[in-house]
């Protein structure tokens, strides 16, 4: 028996025939849904660290009092678990207080939907260290090209072009349009220099962010500098950095950074130059003339208070070195 081919006549089918509007509208909306902790998996490379910190107790306290307002955003998995897109810090609350669920909206997105929206769900928090921002800038682009979008920065290549004798950056023609720096609100430059903290190595990293285990801090200048370090060049920094209790100055890097394209930076020169004592980092001593001035006679000109100080100092030390050498 023959059967005729099946008609496309443009009719709504059976079922959309006997269901309501409503029901077909929720059929298409997003469900907020409750899935166990342990099926969501954190987003591969996530670049933002969720530690235990003020912020994070504040976190906790707020959903222990109000449950967790607004839902976390997932993605799922071919194996029946779940990727985490937003809500890694709240996920981590919800761990610490006990609970085993949490509260989520699962959608379907391919890997570089899934970076922009995490980067971009993320990168406008207030407390983000400079190297997560520099790899959440990195991930961003990437996502970009990956969508056919242009992109003027190369992700595998960020240099910064200095004039050797200044070190002062070399103006360059525009380029065409940078769609993350028109959304952030911030320079293509600056999304530059965040992204060479990717360069540096994870000691050097944690010392840019303030969290190295030593509190030492190195400015963010500074750091962009270091960046162009060789690998083996930042370990011997880090190293020197550590022994000495000292960082370097801009003046400093660049000095380094210019040497090391050159290839005559040693681990002596890094050595020496740590262990010299940086003017910033010298002891002052500082005082307003009013809270002195009462000592003097009226008619003192400053030269004359000098001179007196530093003579009364001399006798002082003098009589100090007799007393110890009785």
């Known amino acids: 028996m023959a059967y005729l081919p099946k008609l496309d006549l443009g009719l709504p089918s059976y079922d959309s025939l006997f269901s309501t509007e409503k029901e077909r509208q929720e059929a298409n909306s997003e469900k907020v849904m409750t899935i166990p902790i342990d099926k969501i998996t954190d987003f591969k490379e996530h670049p933002f660290h969720v530690t235990m910190d003020e912020d994070m107790a504040k976190l906790i306290d707020s959903i222990k009092e109000n449950d967790m307002l607004m839902p976390a955003l997932v993605r799922p998995k071919k194996d029946g678990t779940y990727e985490m897109i937003s809500g890694h810090r709240r996920k981590f609350a919800l761990s610490q207080l006990g609970r085993k669920e949490m509260n989520v909206i699962i959608r379907d997105l391919d890997d570089d939907q899934a970076t922009i929206l995490m980067v971009d769900s993320n990168i406008q928090r207030e407390n983000i260290y400079p190297s997560e921002r520099g790899y959440a800038y990195k991930m961003r682009l990437e996502a970009m ?182």
């Not at 952030?184 to 010392?207: A, C, D, H, V, W």
């Not at 022994?243 to 005559?264: I, V, W």
């Open 145 to 326: 090209k990956h969508q056919g979008k242009k992109v003027d920065i190369d992700i595998n290549d960020i240099p910064i072009e200095y004039d050797k004798a200044t070190s002062a950056q070399v103006g360059r023609k525009p380029e065409s349009a940078d769609i993350l720096g028109e959304q952030l609100g911030i320079s293509r430059n600056q999304i530059k220099r965040f992204i060479r903290l990717t360069y540096l190595i994870e000691p050097l990293q944690e010392m840019v962010d303030g969290r190295h285990e030593n509190e030492i801090k190195i400015a963010f200048n500074p750091a962009v500098e270091l960046s162009y370090l060789t690998e083996s060049e930042q370990y011997d920094l880090a190293n020197a950095i550590i022994e000495n209790q000292r960082t370097p100055s801009l003046a400093q890097c660049q000095e380094f950074k210019r040497l090391s394209h050159d290839g005559e930076l040693t681990t002596e020169f890094i050595e020496d130059t740590l262990s010299e004592e940086k003017p910033n980092q010298r002891e002052k001593l500082s005082f307003q003339m009013k809270e002195i001035d009462k000592y003097f006679p009226k008619d003192f000109t400053p030269g004359k208070k000098k001179d007196l100080m530093i003579h009364l100092l001399e006798n002082w030390a003098k009589k100090r070195s007799r007393e110890q050498e009785r």
